[in-house]
């Protein structure tokens, strides 16, 4: 099964009926649709934060660990601004910066770890911008986790 249907097809997104409209490039170039529902829909009509962040939530650490296979990898951090009413399907748009990719690479080298920040969004039907996502990633040796438990971990 492919990458993309395995996303759409995972449990908890499943439920969110997502769509993967590209997932290019090994990771770096994604866009998921995230329709608007009678499930994600609102008390104002607009999509429910909490389905726009756990959409959010695993795409930067999704990505580096498919750039990066051997390192464990994980959330650390997760802001998510909501800017504008979500009114419509919405669309995420994650693209891994090849700046940034090389960034991490040194940092890698160097120091055998990286905890870098990626931006990305949400946008309506209209192109406008909904929601900032801002996900700082853990990028650690692999079998770091099973040495050094992250404390949202127990």
């Not at 990066?68 to 650390?76: A, C, H, I, L, P």
Request: with cysteine.
């Amino acid at each position: 099964m492919s990458d993309a249907k395995l996303l759409e097809w995972y449990p908890a997104w499943w439920m969110m009926r997502i769509k993967v409209i590209a997932l290019e490039n090994e990771w770096r170039h994604i866009r998921i649709k995230l329709p608007l529902t009678a499930i994600s829909r609102n008390m104002g009509g607009g999509m429910f934060g909490g389905f726009q962040a756990s959409l959010a939530d695993p795409i930067a650490p999704l990505a580096c660990a498919k750039v990066f296979k051997n390192y464990d990898v994980w959330t650390r951090k997760l802001e998510v601004d909501f800017r504008r009413a979500g009114l419509t399907d919405l669309e995420l748009r994650f693209d891994f910066p090849p700046e940034l990719e090389r960034q991490i690479r040194d940092e890698l080298l160097e120091h055998k770890r990286s905890t870098p920040t990626f931006e990305y969004g949400l946008y309506d039907v209209h192109n406008r911008l909904c929601t900032v996502v801002f996900c700082t990633v853990a990028i650690r040796p692999k079998g770091y986790l099973k040495d050094h438990k992250p404390l949202a971990m127990g």
